[in-house]
């Protein structure tokens, strides 16, 4: 989808994207405040950050009650919703183009204005303790949160969460939300046919009553260290096992070296005739297999992940060994490589057909300021090569920071064996 970017700074402090999209006719924004778990001294009120986001989207100074708020929000079919990190509370909404104003305005008003009702701050302790609870039956979440603990990062599980909640009081909301609701502490992304508008969207964002505030917080320096041992979750009612691998690089990767791992991604699990997922498929090991890479404050991630039959989890492990190491060798075959890139090519056309996907796209803005360049992005994955490829694989495992989870029966020797089996990688 044909657009055009423009970084935008206000008066009040705020920073943000104008993305105009010629013709699109919806309006779709993204406002994000740094609001996280990590700014919680006081680890007990882990949830003071989810609570707030769940309560501030309801009652205000115009509207008394949530439902009311709510009602006059969506009434000609706006969405609306709010999603909590670790590291940043985000608003985002879609209105159809006539209401876009109408539809900021109600989300300023909502974060300006909130009254924290206690009746409203009360019913929804009940809906986040059912929300944590449902996210503990996500074993691969469960997982993958219990092996970012042992690899030293400071976060709960869902489990612990839905424990730490009861922790949290009124009062804890409205001082965080005093300290992390500031205009110099937000960043925006507003994507739609801004033809026109740009100087009236300034407007009705620079009208956000908020105080200026500080300085945007600082993100903490998060190390990740070689666990002292896998990670296993007995679990008797799971009768096959769910595996993770995961390695990580105690620093940022560049563009190139991103680009090289997405790719190394869609060749070894990306497609039923991948190498990792593709073989496995083939000779009745698994149903499915997944990797992927991700970035967070001076560190990097790749992972993969399968659910596994505790018979066949040998064989899958030495597919996985193989077909790595030849990549971090560079052993890729030029037919391979090409059709991977074809591959990324076309994902890449079709992850971009919506307003809301060409807003996502630029998400990383919100991390470090930094503006993807999309226009680029199909001459760059053309540009990788096997030696680039080789190169970001290598770097992933050569800190030999890595390690194997396993959740399921009964047998803790399972993961301590494929743990074993699987260390080649990191030599």
Not at 35 to 56: P, R
Not at 285 to 302: D, F, I, R
Not at 399 to 404: A, C, Q, W, Y
Request: charged share 25%.
């Amino acid at each position: 989808m044909k657009h055009t970017v423009s970084e935008i700074k206000l008066k009040n402090g705020a920073k943000g994207l104008f993305i105009h999209v010629p013709g699109a006719t919806v309006t779709n924004y993204e406002l994000n405040f740094r609001a996280g778990e990590f700014l919680l001294k006081d680890k007990k009120k882990w949830e003071t950050s989810h609570l707030m986001e769940h309560v501030i989207l309801a009652a205000n100074e115009d509207y008394p009650t949530s439902s009311a708020f709510q009602a006059e929000f969506n009434r000609n079919g706006a969405f609306t919703n709010a999603y909590t990190s670790y590291y940043y509370i985000s608003y985002v909404g879609e209105a159809a183009d006539f209401e876009w104003e109408r539809v900021l305005r109600l989300q300023l008003l909502a974060l300006a204005k909130p009254l924290f009702l206690e009746a409203e701050f009360e019913a929804e302790f009940g809906n986040i303790r059912d929300e944590l609870v449902s996210y503990s039956n996500n074993h691969f979440r469960n997982l993958g949160s219990t092996m970012s603990q042992t690899f030293g990062f400071d976060i709960a599980t869902d489990a612990q969460r839905a424990k730490l909640i009861d922790n949290v009081t009124r009062e804890d909301v409205v001082e965080h939300y005093k300290k992390t609701h500031f205009t110099r502490n937000l960043r925006f992304i507003i994507a739609g046919d801004l033809r026109g508008r740009r100087p009236a969207i300034k407007k009705v964002l620079e009208s956000l009553e908020l105080p200026k505030g500080p300085a945007r917080f600082e993100f903490p320096t998060e190390v990740a260290k070689k666990p002292a041992k896998p990670t296993f979750i007995a679990n008797q009612t799971v009768q096959n096992i769910y595996l993770i691998m995961s390695t990580y690089f105690n620093d940022l990767i560049s563009v190139k070296d991103n680009d090289a791992l997405t790719l190394a991604h869609i060749l070894l699990t990306e497609t039923l005739y991948s190498k990792i997922f593709g073989q496995a498929r083939d000779k009745g090991l698994v149903y499915h297999v997944g990797s992927a890479h991700h970035q967070s404050q001076k560190n990097t991630e790749w992972w993969l992940s399968a659910q596994v039959l505790p018979e066949n989890a040998p064989a899958l492990c030495d597919i996985i060994i193989s077909e790595i190491k030849k990549v971090q060798n560079g052993l890729i075959e030029d037919s391979d490589l090409e059709a991977t890139k074809q591959y990324a090519l076309g994902s890449f056309q079709r992850s971009m057909q919506t307003v809301g996907s060409v807003a996502n796209a630029y998400g990383r803005y919100f991390f470090d300021g930094y503006i993807e360049e999309m226009k680029t992005v199909p001459e760059r994955i053309k540009s990788v090569s096997k030696e680039d490829m080789a190169k970001a694989m290598g770097k992933m495992f050569k800190s030999g920071i890595g390690s194997v989870g396993v959740l399921g029966g009964k047998d803790s020797t399972i993961p301590q064996k494929l743990n074993k089996q699987l260390q080649p990688l990191w030599k």
